[in-house]
C-alpha cells in the first residue's frame, strides 16, 4: 500500500522559510525522481521543483529558483523542500510525487501514479 505524508507547512509572514518534508512508503522512494508540486485555490497544480533519484541533479520553477532547495534521504524514504524568501504568491497546498519529466522546462507528475497524499498548506501572509 502506498503511502505518502507531506508535512511542514504553516503560516508565516513574507520572507519567512519553512522547511517541507514528504516521506513516502510502498515503493520504491530511491529509484525515483521526485517531485515537489502545488496548487492554489482555483488554480491547476504545478511542478515546483524535482529532484532525480542520483540526489544531484535538481530543477525548479522559475518562480521558485534561488529560492527553493529540494532534498532528500533515500535512507529515510523522505523528499525535502527548504523554502527561502517565502512570498504571498508561494501560498498553495504543497505534495510530493515520482515525476515523469524533471527538465529545466518541464515537472510533471508521473501519470500513472495516483497515490497522491494530503499535502501540506502553506500560506503567506503580506
Known amino acids: 500500500q502506498v503511502n505518502v505524508v507531506e508535512s511542514g507547512g504553516g503560516l508565516v509572514q513574507a520572507g519567512d522559510s519553512l522547511r517541507l518534508s514528504c516521506t513516502v512508503s510502498?515503493?520504491?522512494?530511491?529509484?525515483?525522481?521526485m517531485g515537489w508540486f502545488r496548487q492554489a485555490p482555483g488554480k491547476e497544480r504545478i511542478g515546483v521543483s524535482c529532484?532525480?533519484?542520483?540526489?544531484?541533479?535538481?530543477n525548479y520553477a522559475d518562480s521558485v529558483k534561488g529560492r527553493f532547495a529540494i532534498s532528500r534521504d533515500d535512507s529515510k524514504s523522505t523528499l525535502y523542500l527548504q523554502m527561502e524568501d517565502l512570498k504571498p504568491e508561494d501560498t498553495a497546498r504543497y505534495y510530493c510525487?515520482?515525476?515523469?519529466?524533471?527538465?529545466?522546462?518541464?515537472?510533471?507528475?508521473?501519470?500513472?501514479?495516483?497515490?497522491w497524499g494530503q499535502g501540506t498548506q502553506v500560506t503567506v501572509s503580506s
Open positions: 529532484m532525480n533519484r542520483d540526489g544531484i541533479r535538481a
Open positions: 510525487a515520482p515525476t515523469e519529466y524533471c527538465t529545466t522546462t518541464s515537472i510533471s507528475g508521473a501519470p500513472t501514479f495516483k497515490d
Open positions: 510502498g515503493f520504491p522512494f530511491d529509484r525515483k525522481t
